[in-house]
């Protein structure tokens, strides 16, 4: 059974920095391709970055230089490291690791 679950989430100022963490089991993780999405109130499901099995990485404009998208494969974690937040990247963050989705982690960034 495959179990995506996520942590790191919360409420910081803007211009500070956090951490998500998506933790995998079940699932082969070094082969799969991993992705951010997130989703603001009122709006649809934004797509953030890919991260493919052999390390290269796409962005969207939106979080281009201020995101980090980086796995181990030891851990079988996928990490999000945000900095310069902006109170618009308040949203509920997923991750998304082959075809299985994380439940969901709020990041709210106060102006």
């Known amino acids: 059974q495959v179990q995506l679950v996520e942590s790191g989430g919360g409420s910081v100022e803007a211009g500070g920095s956090l951490k998500l963490s998506c933790v995998a089991s079940g699932l082969v993780f070094s082969r799969c391709g991993m992705n951010w999405f997130r989703q603001a109130p009122g709006r649809e499901r934004e797509w953030l970055s890919n991260l493919n099995p052999d390390g290269t990485t796409l962005y969207a404009d939106a979080v281009k230089g201020r995101f980090t998208n980086y796995r181990d494969d030891i851990k079988n974690t996928l990490y999000l490291e945000m900095k310069s937040l902006k109170w618009e990247d308040t949203a509920l963050y997923y991750c998304?690791?082959?075809?299985?989705w994380g439940e969901g982690i709020q990041v709210t960034i106060s102006s």
């Open positions: 998304k690791i082959c075809m299985h």
